[in-house]
């Protein structure tokens, strides 16, 4: 075995022990994200919703030009993010679990892309803490672990930013912008806010160089940009644009539910999710502590902003607090999640600019903290194993008859359940989902027949009368009920 030569293993050891740290590292973040994946996988409304789109799919294979809505805004997303869950489910033979490994990959992908990427603009050593700071925050940990459209936010961002860094110097990579853009359009209506920073920043960049794109780069680009969106475009032009015209909707709300309050609201908002994103505790202390240095990280952005980076990634910063603030609307923290990879790179670099041993010392305490506190919250009860078993118990009660599936709460505070039990069990024949969802499946529904049963779904004991079987699986309670013959 002439291959097994010693000098081949003299050569690889040195390089194991340049790169020990950088494998240490990504081997804990790996371990932390695929760490009780079923026990910490929420299978919630908006899992349910692109599962159940997803599922069509796979049973009857159909061209879609469009994916999910975005809330209350009319928007249509592409269909792009539900073609790859529909490939998922369709490896997986419907079984959701593979949504949470998933997540968790793309979260470990998203990790070292980030490692990458920041190496090649700033340098390894910033590149390290901007990796440690993604692959251990619990806030981020948590938020790789679900499988919906916005799983895909800080991979994108994180593209999106790097490209127009390098943009500065290279036109070619306006090319890579326009695909990521297009991108968005299949992902999460929050990404959009690049819609504002990439014009801006290249307005900038061709202004101070007093010079414009090439015509092959600019005829690649909105190439690249129409192929993506292409199934947005035919939806467009069937349905009088009416995608295109959401900007006009959200612009005409546009101060109408914007108070004073609502700006402090979402301001608070704003430095919560950031605070999170280092430490994920409500605390007023952990607030007060951790606030001023994020501060700081602005104004180090804003001092240092004559670096190409450092001006790319303070604009996007600002960017996203002035549209957070301003969104006509209800803000959610995970509209956030395009802004901290980027908030990560910044900081980074702030934080490389102290001694070695106070960085080490502030970087132990991090992870240390991180992984305590993701410890204290697994495995929870609340994911998708609990449910798992006790939909076993509550099919196998049943046997052959058919059941309707009810919850004891709106179907909106436990979702779920229907798409779980047709992926574990058995298919119900009415449920409380298909007020919602059941123009997906008519097929499946069947109102001519009365059910033999009734299995009622809650998360706290009920009393229900003439049960005939009670099933717990913390936190979960199933109650099964027999109708009389008639």
């Known amino acids: 075995m002439g291959f097994l030569k010693k000098i081949h293993f003299s050569k690889f050891k040195p390089t194991l022990l340049k790169h020990r740290w950088i494998i240490l590292i990504f081997s804990l973040s790996i371990f932390l994200r695929f760490w009780h994946v079923p026990e910490l996988f929420f299978f919630g409304l908006d899992e349910e919703y692109q599962s159940l789109l997803g599922w069509s799919i796979v049973k009857d294979f159909h061209i879609i030009w469009i994916g999910t809505s975005m809330a209350d805004t009319g928007f249509y997303l592409g269909p792009g993010f539900v073609y790859f869950h ?36 700033y340098s390894q050593k910033i590149g390290i803490i901007a990796s440690i700071l993604y692959g251990f925050s619990t806030y981020m940990n948590f938020a790789d672990r679900r499988f919906w459209n916005p799983t895909l936010i800080p991979l994108v961002s994180i593209l999106i930013v790097y490209s127009l860094i390098k943009s500065q110097k290279n036109e070619l990579w306006i090319i890579s912008l326009a695909f990521l853009l297009a991108c968005t359009l299949h992902i999460h209506a929050s990404l959009f806010v690049y819609f504002f920073i990439i014009p801006l920043i290249l307005f900038v960049q061709f202004n101070n160089q007093k010079s414009v794109p090439s015509k092959k780069t600019i005829i690649l680009a909105i190439v690249s940009f129409i192929i993506v969106t292409s199934p947005l475009i035919v939806f467009d032009l069937v349905h009088n644009f009416d995608n295109l015209k959401t900007p006009l909707r959200l612009l005409s709300r546009l101060g109408s539910n914007n108070s004073e309050i609502t700006w402090i609201m979402s301001m608070k908002a704003f430095f919560d999710t950031l605070v999170q994103s280092f430490i994920f505790m409500e605390s007023p202390a952990i607030f007060i502590i951790v606030s001023p240095i994020i501060i700081y990280f602005f104004w180090f952005l804003w001092k240092h902003k004559d670096n190409e980076a450092n001006y790319v990634l303070f604009v996007t910063v600002i960017t996203y607090f002035f549209i957070f603030v301003a969104y006509p609307g209800k803000v959610h923290p995970y509209y956030l999640l395009g802004l901290i990879p980027a908030f990560f790179i910044g900081s980074s670099v702030a934080l490389s600019k102290i001694t070695n041993k106070f960085l080490m010392i502030l970087l132990a305490i991090f992870i240390g903290t991180n992984m305590y506190l993701f410890y204290l919250v697994t495995p929870s009860r609340y994911g998708i194993k609990s449910k798992k078993i006790l939909i076993e118990h509550l099919v196998t009660a ?52 009365k059910p033999t049963y009734t299995i009622f779904i809650s998360t706290k004991h009920e009393t229900l009368p003439q049960y005939s079987k009670e099933v717990y699986e913390a936190p979960y309670y199933g109650y099964i009920i027999k109708h009389n013959e008639k």
């Open 86 to 121: 529909s490939l998922l489910l369709y490896l997986s033979h419907g079984d959701p679990v593979v949504l949470g490994y998933m997540g968790a990959l793309i979260g470990i992908v998203t990790t070292i892309v980030l490692y990458l990427t920041t190496k090649d603009i």
């Open 398 to 449: 049943v046997g052959d008859e058919s059941f309707s599936l009810s919850t004891t709460q709106s179907y909106r505070t436990n979702p779920g359940w229907r798409y779980l039990f047709q992926a574990y069990g058995k298919t119900p024949i009415q449920s409380d989902a298909d007020q919602m969802f059941g123009w997906i499946y008519p097929d499946e529904i069947n109102g001519s027949i």
